[in-house]
């Protein structure tokens, strides 16, 4: 697991993964930002995963990947 710096590292990483936003509609920067809110999460929580029940991270990270997976998909259908 990411611990530290490792950690750090990653979430630093996704927020450098940012498109223009110029070229984004204002619903797309919105879906956009939504989306590396969740993938931020999801860096955070696994690095957290000693912290919970295996069944309470599991479900907790479900929960995130399918919010994360509905954003992009949203994100993608936008004209």
Do not use: C
């Amino acid at each position: 697991p990411l611990e530290g710096d490792g950690l750090l590292a990653e979430v630093a990483y996704l927020d450098t993964l940012e498109i223009s936003r110029e070229q984004l509609s204002p619903r797309a920067r919105e879906l956009r930002t939504r989306m590396q809110e969740l993938e931020r999460s999801v860096v955070l929580l696994r690095g957290r995963k000693n912290d919970y029940l295996e069944s309470e991270y599991w479900q907790r990270l479900e929960s995130l990947l399918i919010e994360l997976a509905q954003a992009t998909r949203r994100f993608h259908e936008l004209p």
